[in-house]
Structures are given as structure tokens and as C-alpha cells.
């Protein structure tokens, strides 16, 4: 069975301070890591990592895949209060009911609940 | 840009009644996917499709069932209603199955 793990699963910080959230894997046919961000609403996309060791950038935020050692972790520097969320990692599967590949379901982890005191 | 969009947005049903969710994904693409989110949980897949044909199944009940229509929208049809399918149910949409997918903002089912 396909399993999504996240650590920490809460963390409080103050705003400026850096922080790293990890994420490991054991998948199936794994095709790429998918960090989420969600707000009491709908997940929102951050990054999707599919190459191992090629970081993404994308303001404050970074996150890299190691696919030898099946972890990603997602940076957060110079944290802002708006930076309070749930950061959901999740694996997709490489799809196996057409070349190219089938429409799996994403495999998410329990995600880090990230509060950004003032 | 157009976003996936779900209806109804909140929903309110008795035990042993039924339930259909719709959700229109974002323009062009052609591949939905359904999750359900209990509270404080992380999202767990239900079902998906690609190209108007169910393409995997997770962990949906029997009582469940969805399909996809020519105009790439989709619905899933809940029966027979229990308290534990309280939850908020997301559908994702993506042009292409080996990319992200874009959640629309959920339906948030509760059952008395």
C-alpha cells in the first residue's frame, strides 16, 4: 500500500524564521512529489518535483526531491503570518492503463500544520 | 483564469438519503478526479476519469458511484447516506494525468 509521510505534523514559528518540512514516500510506480497548501479550503499547488536533485523556486519558497532516498522537503524562508496553513505532500503513482500514463489519484500525506506567531 | 468549479457548495442530508455532487473542471481539461476529506484528516482519493472513462478507483464506498459526461463535468451520486460521509468532498481536474491537479473548492457535506 502507497504511504505518504509528513513531519513535523505541527509546528509554530515566528514570523522571519525559516522553517523545513519534510516528506517521505513508499510508492508504487512513483512518478512525481506534489506539495499542497491549504487554508481551510481547497488545496492549493505548489510544486509538483518529478527529477531528483533539481531544486524549484518560487518566491520564499523551495523544495527539492531526493528519489534515492524517497524524501522532498519544502523551505519556507523569511515566514509571514500568511504563511499559516496545512502543507500537504502527495505522491502520484506513474499510471499504468495508458502510455503516457492513467489519471491515479494523488496518495497524501496527514500534512504539517504551520502556525506563523507575530 | 477559470478555476474547477463545485456545486452545491455546503449541503445538509439525512442518513439513508442520497446525495449528487457536481463538478466542472477548468476549461480544456479532460481528466477529473474526486476526493473526500474527513475533518482533520488529509484527503483520500475516491475516483477518477480521463476522457469520459472511470480510469482508477481508491477507496469509494459501493454505496458511490460518479461518471463523466460529454461536456467533461462529472458527478458522484452518494446513496444510502451514513453519518461518517460527513466530509468535504474536492474534485480536481488536470489537462494531462501526469501533471498537477487543480482542486475546485469542495462541497462540504454534512449528514444528520
Known amino acids: 500500500e502507497d504511504k505518504v509521510v509528513q513531519s513535523p505534523l505541527s509546528l509554530v514559528v515566528h514570523e522571519g524564521d525559516t522553517v523545513t518540512l519534510n516528506c517521505s514516500y513508499e510508492?508504487?510506480?512513483?512518478?512525481?512529489l506534489l506539495w499542497y497548501k491549504q487554508e481551510k479550503k481547497a488545496p492549493t499547488f505548489l510544486f509538483m518535483l518529478t527529477s531528483s536533485g533539481i531544486e524549484k523556486k518560487s518566491g520564499r519558497l523551495s523544495s527539492i526531491l531526493d528519489k534515492k532516498e524517497l524524501f522532498s522537503i519544502l523551505n519556507i524562508t523569511a515566514t509571514q503570518t500568511g504563511d499559516s496553513a496545512v502543507y500537504l505532500c502527495?505522491?502520484?503513482?506513474?499510471?499504468?492503463?495508458?502510455?503516457?500514463?492513467?489519471?491515479?489519484?494523488?496518495?497524501f500525506g496527514k500534512g504539517t500544520h504551520l502556525i506563523i506567531q507575530p | 483564469a477559470a478555476g474547477v468549479i463545485q456545486s452545491p457548495r455546503h449541503l445538509i442530508k439525512e442518513k439513508r438519503e442520497t446525495a449528487t455532487l457536481k463538478c466542472y473542471p477548468i476549461p480544456r481539461h479532460d481528466t477529473v478526479y474526486w476526493y473526500q476529506q474527513g475533518p482533520g484528516q488529509d484527503p483520500q482519493f475516491l475516483i477518477s476519469?480521463?476522457?469520459?472513462?472511470?480510469?482508477d478507483k481508491g477507496s469509494i464506498p459501493d454505496r458511490f458511484s460518479a461518471q463523466q459526461f460529454s461536456d467533461y463535468h462529472s458527478e458522484l451520486n452518494m446513496s444510502s447516506l451514513e453519518l461518517g460521509d460527513s466530509a468535504l468532498y474536492f474534485c480536481?481536474?488536470?489537462?494531462?494525468?501526469?501533471?498537477?491537479?487543480?482542486f475546485g473548492p469542495g462541497t462540504r457535506l454534512t449528514v444528520l
Open positions: 502527495a505522491a502520484l503513482p506513474r499510471g499504468f492503463m495508458y502510455s503516457g500514463g492513467g489519471a491515479d489519484g494523488l496518495t
Open positions: 476519469f480521463y476522457e469520459k472513462m472511470q480510469s
Open positions: 480536481a481536474s488536470t489537462a494531462d494525468p501526469s501533471n498537477e491537479q487543480f
Open positions: 510508492v508504487t510506480n512513483f512518478r512525481s
